[in-house]
């Protein structure tokens, strides 16, 4: 799905504007200063299309340096986004902080729609008008709090975005790969390494002017597409915010790729960080490898600990094929090619239907569900609604309890062998 980010000074309402296009009806976050949250991109359907928007609000404004501030999420959001929603706040007219972003924006060449927020009534459409001079064309007046003029800003956003979508078609021959995983587990190192032992085969893909963003790197004898490795070999230039653009990042990067290689530190105790990057990618859908790297720095003793550590913390990801590897000695690094293929194959895995409904019958006469209440749903068949990843469809005559749905879906595992990639499965009830 394409990348959309909204860009904005603290306070002109960006927050309000994402929660609007969500329709939340949650209370309005606003920009509050200091908090990092942890969700920053939403997936978004408008008029039977779908966008992944990315909310770049979470940075602290009571920090000096306001403008370097903007200047550098809009920048991030510039290089990760496929268009940008541009918001000022439409009280208050352009600032010099809003005309730095614009030159920003302009020598990108990434589409921008500009917004008008706060615009709560017709006289304020008028003063809009004045944002033309931007450069940024058409402004868009709308209420963020009210919904007013959302519903045409969002067709103009549309309009902008690309008629392809950053995953790639089915066919496509080219795999994008994100090395993902929390600052200083390797990922900079184990890029390298692959590199170094393989073949750059083109160094810039479609980044901003200064950075590739991408890199076509030939492993295992094909060519695969590293994405965002802008944002892995760059180090923080700036310590504000350094958390937050580095969960934006991620969070990006493994939008769009197809399969993401988490990468965890074997010789550091497992973190709350490392949880969320793995939950960020099977909440994202994307097939999942697990490298645990620095392997060279593990005991025997730490092995056994370690051992614990991954069962207990990543309970969610039991599924994901692990490759412990090293990549300042190189070991096992050519593992890692395999083990993403395993998982693509997986995420892409279609179940032929006589398969799934015979497994059906199975768990129906063999497992059925408990009785509850006098009642006992029945699963009636099921089918595969999709792939990437393996969607599946239970018909039954009634509500499934969670702990009901998990057998399923672990049996499903065990039968056709979804290694590396998480499959949904949900439940249409007949009444
Ligand atoms: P990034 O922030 O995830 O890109 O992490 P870096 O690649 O910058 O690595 C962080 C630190 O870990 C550096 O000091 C690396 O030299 C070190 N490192 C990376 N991989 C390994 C490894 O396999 N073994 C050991 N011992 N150190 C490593």
């Not at 799905?1 to 969500?22: C, E, F």
């Not at 105790?269 to 645990?292: H, I, T």
């Amino acid at each position: 799905r394409p990348v959309v980010a909204v860009v904005g000074r603290p306070n002109v309402g960006k927050s309000t504007l994402v929660n609007r296009i969500l329709g939340r009806r949650e209370a309005v976050v606003q920009d509050v200063p200091g908090v990092t949250r942890d969700r920053v991109s939403y997936p978004v359907d408008w008029a039977g299309r779908q966008f992944t928007l990315v909310d770049t609000g979470g940075w602290d404004a009571r920090v000096e340096g306001l403008a370097l501030q903007v200047a550098e999420q809009a920048e991030v959001a510039v290089e990760l986004a496929d268009a940008v929603v541009f918001v000022v706040d439409g009280t208050v007219g352009a600032t010099a902080v809003d005309e730095a972003v614009v030159k920003m924006l302009r020598r990108a060449g990434k589409p921008v729609v500009l917004v008008a927020n706060k615009v709560d009534d017709a006289r304020g459409e008028a003063d809009a008008t004045a944002l033309w001079s931007l450069g940024l064309g058409q402004p868009f007046p709308v209420s963020a709090l009210h919904g007013r003029g959302t519903g045409d800003m969002l067709d103009a956003v549309l309009e902008v975005l690309p008629e392809k979508t950053s995953l790639p078609s089915e066919s496509s021959a080219v795999r994008r790969v994100a090395l993902v995983g929390r600052p200083n587990v390797g990922k900079s190192s184990l890029l390298n390494a692959l590199v170094g032992s393989e073949r750059v085969v083109v160094n810039a893909v479609a980044g901003t002017t200064r950075d590739p963003v991408d890199e076509m790197v030939e492993l295992g004898g094909r060519t695969w597409r590293v994405v965002d490795t802008a944002g892995i070999r760059r180090k923080h230039r700036s310590s504000v915010g350094a958390d937050f653009y580095a969960g934006l990042r991620t969070q990006a990067a493994i939008e769009r790729a197809e399969v993401a290689v988490v990468l965890v530190d074997a010789s550091e105790v497992l973190s709350e960080q490392d949880v969320r990057v793995v939950q960020n990618a099977v909440d994202a859908g994307r097939a999942v490898v697990l490298a645990v790297n620095k392997w060279d720095l593990v005991d025997e003793e730490r092995r056994r600990y370690l051992e614990r550590e991954l069962e207990i913390e990543l309970v969610q990801v039991p599924w994901a094929p692990r490759v412990n590897l090293s990549a300042m000695t190189g070991r096992h690094l050519d593992r890692l090619v395999p083990a993403m293929d395993r998982a693509l194959a997986s995420w892409e895995h279609r179940v032929p239907t006589g398969r799934l409904n015979a497994l059906v019958a199975e768990i129906v006469a063999g497992h059925p569900h408990p009785v509850r209440g006098g009642k006992q749903p029945r699963i009636l068949y099921a089918t595969q609604a999709g792939v990437r990843p393996p969607t599946f469809v239970l018909f039954t005559t009634g509500f499934l309890e969670a702990g009901y749905r998990r057998f399923v879906e672990r049996r499903l595992r065990e039968e056709f062998g979804f290694v590396g990639t998480p499959i949904e499965v949900t439940v249409r009830a007949r009444e």
